[in-house]
């Protein structure tokens, strides 16, 4: 199962390769989602499979079928948006709050962690020295205004305290740079 959310949003960089193109045995199903390119509260996606797959995966499911209103909104959407001028847009959006981001990072936060340099989607993992605790530092933080989530999520045995997960996908230029520096405040006093 090849989870693509995020795929359409690549705003730099080389476009990461579907594994489809190295499916010779028709065993990959690609699945894309309208919450990351329409709205987040359109829950409807997509699935590309083989015939064969895409056929029983019609007879099996469960869900009783997606809204009405919902699929005839969808619908609508792709009859009457140009869908790469729309990709465009949102790509360069993230594109210019995630280098916000990154710059409010660099000035407030520089040498007290490291983070990633996304080429696509919505996050920045960013990771502190040993000794920092996102438990600990989290209820700090959302009392400032800032609610990154706290890395020990993303693990099964507990581990990640040391990291966070930023998102940008919401948030202005301008809230983003205000989030962190609040964060190094509650940093410097914490």
């Known amino acids: 199962l090849e989870d693509d959310a ?3 949003l690549r ?7 579907s594994l489809r193109q190295w499916d010779e045995d028709g065993r990959v199903l690609h699945v894309g989602s309208m919450s990351k390119i329409l709205s987040p509260a359109i829950r409807v996606g997509w699935i590309h499979a083989p015939a064969i797959l895409s056929q029983q995966l019609n007879r099996i499911r469960s869900d009783g079928g997606a809204n009405p ?3 005839a909104t969808v619908a609508a ?4 948006v140009d869908i790469q001028e729309r990709l465009q847009m949102l790509r360069s959006g993230y594109r210019e709050r995630r280098d916000a981001l990154l710059s409010a990072l660099d000035e407030h936060l520089s040498g007290a962690c490291t983070y990633t340099r996304p080429e696509g989607g919505y996050f920045v993992w960013v990771t502190f020295s ?3 605790s996102c438990s600990r530092l989290m209820p700090h933080f959302v009392r400032a205004g800032v609610n990154p989530l706290p890395g020990t999520i993303f693990y099964p045995d507990g581990r990640g305290e040391e990291h966070l997960r930023l998102s940008f996908s919401y948030p202005s230029v ?3 740079a205000v989030g962190v520096e609040r964060m190094a405040d509650v940093l410097r006093k914490n």
Do not use: I, M, N, R
């Open 6 to 8: 995020y795929g359409e």
């Open 77 to 80: 959407f792709w009859d009457k």
């Open 69 to 71: 209103l919902v699929k």
């Open 11 to 17: 705003y730099e960089g080389e476009a990461v390769p």
């Open 130 to 132: 040993e000794g920092f």
């Open 174 to 176: 301008q809230e983003l």
